[in-house]
């Protein structure tokens, strides 16, 4: 058996610059390392695809991934991590399943249509109502959280805090007298977060951490244990929590451990949200120099990981998507629902990428300005 698969390094030059809202960009040192193990685990002798989820080597894998997210988040003892499959949508139905037992509610902040969907869900099995909408604003603004009106009697507040599609952030996290339940898919792990006010964080990975298959879920223990009983097995956070129950997404997991080490290297969520802030607040800086290029989030609201934008007409944003596309600046056009440009700026997209992406708009906005 030949030792390594050779990866081309003309391969390694041809990756563009990607802005894809997700699946999305990953750290070149990870795919690298990926690569260099495919063949085979060290000491193990089969590759990630081949090992049983309950071998040793998956056992490590997942405790270092454990690990790993507890010292980033400053996790303590009373938070589990879980490593689901299904989805953020998944989530949108098992949170109200465990937490919204018949007679309670739950409140919602309704940012746009990710955390619709997640009403929606919980509407099928119980009641839930709305703390707050951006709806009036075509999503463009979020409802402050000192505006939300939160039921104290609610079983949990549940919020989306980054809107992937509309390009809105909650870069604070809020206060309020229930647990939140937060839909961080799209800025998990972009900048350091107060735990406090949390029941439970969800996330799938194919944004900011890893590749599609898994969604990180942390859940306070004493929150946990205000699920309901009877569930289905596979759909009780408790069954995760208690043991491994079933076949985890193995491979995916496996890339997020590795995800999770960059991130250490890179000097933990101070040192990405740092970074996160310059990439941003460069584009948004170049958005708002001239009256070419529209942003679409009110100031306020502005998401550091998802940068929406307009230009005149639809036909010039699918020439510069296009363009754009043709120098090797990736995945531009916004979301089939809301149309526009987008420009993801997750934590593995290097500020190299953001220089060229602002040098293409300079070079547009001359031409078609
Ligand atoms: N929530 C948010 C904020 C998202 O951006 C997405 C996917 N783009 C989802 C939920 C749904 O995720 P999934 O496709 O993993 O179900």
């Known amino acids: ?61 997942a405790a270092s991934a454990r690990a790993r997210l507890q010292r980033l988040l400053g996790l303590g003892d009373e938070w589990l991590v879980l490593f689901l499959q299904g989805g953020a949508s998944m989530q949108f139905h098992q949170v109200p399943l465990n937490f919204l037992a018949p007679g309670q509610s739950a409140d919602y902040v309704v940012t746009g249509v990710w955390a619709e969907k997640a009403l929606k869900e919980a509407r099928l099995l119980g009641e839930a109502r709305i703390a707050a909408s951006g709806e009036a604003s075509g999503y463009r603004a979020l409802p402050s959280a000192e ?21 809105t952030e909650y870069r604070t996290d809020p206060s309020v007298p229930v647990p939140i339940v937060s839909d961080a898919s799209s800025d998990f ?31 306070r223990d004493e929150f946990l244990q205000t699920r309901r009983a009877g569930l289905p097995t596979l759909l009780d956070y408790g069954t995760h929590a208690a043991r491994l129950f079933h076949t985890p997404p193995v491979f995916a997991v496996y890339v997020v451990e590795k995800v999770l080490g960059w991130l250490e290297e890179e000097g933990g969520l101070a040192g ?7 990439k941003a607040g460069r584009l948004y800086d170049r958005l708002d120099a001239s009256g070419f290029y529209h942003p679409f989030a009110e100031k306020a609201s502005r998401s550091l990981m998802n940068v929406t934008f307009r230009l005149a007409t639809e036909e010039l944003e699918e020439r510069f998507a296009s363009e754009a596309e043709a120098s ?17 700026l997750y934590n593995a997209l290097p500020e190299e ?5 602002v040098a293409f708009m300079d070079d547009f906005e001359a031409r078609y300005g």
């Open 189 to 219: 792990l972009s900048r350091p977060i107060d735990l406090d006010p949390y029941g439970l964080i969800y996330a799938g990975a194919q944004k900011n951490i890893g590749p599609a298959g898994v969604v990180v879920v942390l859940v």
């Open 353 to 357: 990428a953001v220089s060229a992406l």
């Open 1 to 61: 058996m030949d030792a390594a698969i050779t990866f081309p390094q003309s391969l390694v030059q041809a990756r563009g610059h990607n802005f894809c809202a997700g699946p999305g960009v990953l750290p070149l040192p990870v795919i690298e390392a990926i690569r260099d193990e495919l063949p085979a685990l060290p000491g193990v002798g089969a590759s990630v695809f081949e090992i049983s989820h309950r071998s040793d080597a998956y056992t490590e894998i």
């Open 147 to 167: 505006s939300w009106e939160v039921d104290p009697e609610a079983a949990y507040l549940h919020m989306t805090s980054n809107n992937t599609i509309y390009g």
């Open 328 to 344: 090797g600046l990736l995945a531009l056009a916004g979301h089939r629902s809301a149309g526009g440009l987008r420009a993801s």
């Open 272 to 278: 990405i949200a740092e970074r996160n802030e310059r």
